[in-house]
């Protein structure tokens, strides 16, 4: 080979690298090829016994079968088929009838050529969007882990009253936080706190079913009530006692003029005990004209 100048035949020593590594790539891939050919022929390969066969049906269906050699004496061969037909229950057909087979026995495995270079998977990449807003919820969880832990502290902390959802919301925004569903986070924190629950107002409390009250007598029991407000008649009344018996539904009503623990009692005293005795039981609505 000339260095100085090359002739048409001639070859150059980065032409000759250039072929080496060329030859060096296909020589690999074709060694490559040929291990996975071996690996397969070598995976699918079964030992055959010599000779001839002969198949022995063990039911009535022709795939389950066993072979026997075919050279075998007759006696033999009657002894063997009466033996495997009678024993055929014992064959397992299927990884199914097999429980609790030693792995050492019978297991499944990953084809793995070991002659094969590990590889690394990608790392997945994701849309900014998706990024922003799995980040968002992440941050949204933390922070209304936060926000539980500072509204129990105000509610039944040290200093806690067990005040209602809107003076919780304020209370917390005097302390220095703020976030935009504060309200509706405060009131659901009280709805959940066990000892409001339990022995707070019954204001908000479900209506029961109404129960019919029974007497056992005429003017037994009675039911007072004040009715109001009516136009102004004369004597300036407006207000109406009603007082009706359970029993015979009778009814003793006065109109009044103002609606005074003294005007009740007078009410009760003349047109209730006067005329139909003192009765047992009187029910009221618990208001400060009946209980002063």
């Known amino acids: 080979r000339s260095k ?23 020589e690999r891939k074709q060694e490559k090829k040929t291990g996975k050919d071996d690996l397969l022929i070598k995976e699918n390969y079964r030992p055959i016994p010599d000779g001839e066969f002969e198949l022995v049906p063990l039911g009535e269906d022709p795939t389950k079968g066993v072979k026997i050699g075919a050279d075998l004496p007759d006696c033999v061969k009657r002894q063997l088929k009466a033996c495997l037909r009678e024993n055929a229950e014992l064959f397992a057909w299927s990884a199914a009838e097999m429980p609790g087979i030693d792995p050492e026995v019978a297991c499944h495995q990953l084809t793995i050529d070991p002659r094969a270079s590990a590889v690394v998977q990608r790392r997945r990449k994701q849309s900014p969007e998706k990024a922003e807003a799995a980040r968002k919820a992440v941050k949204d969880l933390l922070f209304e882990a936060r926000v539980e832990f500072i509204l129990q502290e105000i509610h039944e902390g040290i200093n806690g009253q067990h005040i209602g959802g809107r003076s919780l919301a304020r209370n917390a925004l005097r302390a220095g936080y703020y976030w935009p569903t504060m309200q509706n986070d405060a009131k659901d924190h009280v709805l959940k706190c066990d000892k409001c629950q339990r022995h707070g107002d019954m204001k908000l409390a479900p209506a029961n079913e109404l129960k019919t009250m029974i007497s056992p007598w005429p003017f037994a029991w009675w039911g007072m009530d004040i009715l109001s407000p009516f136009p102004t008649a004369a004597r300036q009344v407006k207000y109406l006692i009603v007082a009706v018996d359970y029993f015979t539904k009778w009814i003793e009503a006065e109109p009044l003029a103002k609606i005074s623990a003294s005007n009740i009692l007078r009410f009760f005293k003349r047109d209730v005990i006067a005329r139909f005795r003192i009765p047992q039981v009187v029910v009221t609505d618990n208001g400060t004209q009946f209980t002063n």
């Open 4 to 26: 100085s100048s090359p002739g048409v035949n001639s070859i150059s020593t980065e032409d000759e690298v250039e072929l080496d590594a060329r030859t060096s790539k296909k």
